[in-house]
């Protein structure tokens, strides 16, 4: 497969990713204006729909909801790394570390390859078990954490391939993607929560009308928003394998390294670790459409061909 | 329709303010990169200075691989001038071969066996990871260089760049992409052709 393919996987996962963004913010907006339809109790529901869209009743929930669910991502991120590093033993690897120098060596190599300003932080987890992972909000503290059951087993340009894998997590933007939609997700679901919906009741037709489909909500949300995020997180799953071999121009080097990550899972069986970090994670095994990652077959498949 | 006017008018300037902006920022990463590939070769020098340092104390490297190294970066301290770019790429290419083809990796590990004190230095043990870091990072800055390259003219090339470039020269410039010269293209395929 030849670089430039690998662009074209990354262009169309990210019009994947526009659609998805787009869906998203198309329901938190809609659901919003069903709850001022109710609020508002007068008239019809497309009468009522199309007042509050032109701002001649004014949607104070709808407008309430996106500044709040705003807020609410604003937190998220100073709370977010804090979480990633939790229950495990890890230990930071600094340039004048020795046993470890080849890692932040190759970390270094790679923030060359990737024209980044600032070096990631390096972290180890002390575990049996092969996984990387990367966390951090913008370009200035990200980290990237890998366990010393992975550094065991893989040779120098394997675990390059992982850290080009986990380094355009971070380019991408990835993280902040996983947050914005996390947080969107959660609160989506808590409009249409039944302690909400007990409190929103109304006489008119459109009011009427407007819970019926909250109702409906209530059911198809949880569902919908699981495989759309699923969706996406598998496709910039892809995005992560392509952009790693844009940055060492090796393919095979990360199909191999998967090939020997999913031998380990497959002969051993791991305790996990924490849940909060599954979408991060460089393998998930597991392959419908309500797994984070997509399966080894098709991601080595999508990689040498 | 005044405002519809002086919206399509905003949106123009902002859009090219935007466009002029980008097109500034994309040739200063091509500059940028470029210099950190004379970062690497800077660092790649300093490390193999130091490592003729350390041996020449304790063996006769003449006999290794390692007086290749010497002769190379003798020519290359030598050469430190403006008007020898070429030359100076050239001889550091061929210092990037002489690691990639092995010989100085088993000539230094032939060396660490034969003489117990080295082995002991610390600094003697890192030496093939420092080698083979930098030579990556080498690698990797030269392909950081052509990427940017790529994408500055890529960008240029494509609207309406293209059009803010023609009436700005100054933002229009021509960069080379690294690579080796054509007569060497040619050595390295006569090379395989042959079955000597």
């Known amino acids: 497969m030849s670089y430039i393919s690998y662009k074209k996987v990354i262009q169309k996962n990210r019009e994947k990713t526009y659609i998805v963004l787009g869906i998203y913010l198309f329901i938190y907006t809609f659901l919003g204006l069903l709850v001022d339809i109710i609020l508002h109790d007068q008239g019809g529901f497309l009468s009522t729909f199309k007042e509050l869209i032109t701002f001649k009743v004014f949607p104070i929930f709808t407008l309430s909801l996106l500044l709040f669910g705003f807020l609410s991502i604003l937190i998220s991120i100073k709370l977010f790394s804090k979480i990633q590093l939790s229950g495990e033993e890890y230990v930071e690897i600094k340039e004048n570390n020795s046993e470890y120098k080849y890692l932040y060596n190759i970390l270094e190599e790679l923030k060359i390859s990737a024209r980044m300003k600032y070096m990631p932080k390096l972290y180890i987890i002390k575990a049996d078990y092969m996984n990387a992972f990367a966390s951090g909000w913008n370009e200035k503290n990200t980290l990237i954490a890998i366990t010393t059951g992975l550094l065991e087993k893989l040779n120098r340009q394997e675990i390059s391939a992982v850290i080009g894998h986990e380094l355009t997590h971070i380019r991408n933007e990835d993280i902040k993607l996983t947050l914005v939609i996390g947080v969107t997700t959660n609160l989506m679901l808590f409009v249409v929560d039944w302690i909400v919906l007990m409190f929103l009741n109304g006489e008119s037709e459109g009011a009427k009308k407007a819970k019926t489909i909250l109702f409906i909500m209530h059911f198809l949300l949880p569902l919908l928003t699981v495989v759309l995020q699923m969706w996406l997180s598998r496709s910039r799953e892809y995005m992560a394998d392509s952009g790693s071999v844009e940055l060492i121009r090796d393919p095979s080097a990360m199909a191999s390294a998967l090939r020997k990550i999913s031998g380990d899972y497959k002969e051993n069986k791991y305790n996990d670790q924490n849940i909060t970090r599954k979408a991060a994670y460089i393998f998930e095994s597991g392959d419908s459409i309500f797994s984070t990652h997509p399966s080894i077959k098709n991601r080595i498949k999508k990689l040498i061909g | ?196």
Not at chain 2, 40 to 54: A, V
Not at chain 2, 58 to 85: C, G
Not at chain 2, 90 to 100: F, H, R, T, Y
Not at chain 2, 115 to 140: C, G, R, W
């Open chain 2, 1 to 196: 329709m005044e405002y519809l006017l002086i919206g399509i008018f905003l949106i123009l300037i902002v859009g090219f303010v935007i466009s002029y902006n980008k097109l500034v920022a994309l040739k200063e990463q091509v500059v940028n990169s470029e210099k950190e590939i004379s970062i690497q070769l800077d660092r790649r020098g300093k490390i193999f200075d130091n490592l003729i340092n350390m041996v020449k104390k304790s063996m006769d490297y003449e006999k290794t691989t390692l007086k290749e190294v010497v002769e190379l970066r003798n020519k290359i301290i030598n050469l430190d001038s403006i008007q020898n770019k070429n030359e100076k790429k050239e001889l550091e290419n061929k210092l990037s071969e002489l690691i990639a083809s092995g010989s100085l990796n088993s000539s230094i590990n032939m060396t660490m066996e034969a003489y117990p004190d080295l082995k002991a230095n610390n600094n003697m043990l890192h030496f093939q990871e420092e080698i083979v870091t930098t030579e990556n990072k080498l690698s990797y800055a030269k392909q950081a260089y052509n990427a940017s390259i790529e994408e500055y003219n890529a960008t240029k090339g494509g609207m309406p760049y293209n059009f803010i470039v023609s009436k700005f020269p100054k933002l229009d410039e021509t960069f080379n992409y690294w690579k080796i010269s054509e007569e060497k293209i040619k050595e390295e395929e006569e090379k395989r052709v042959s079955f000597d």
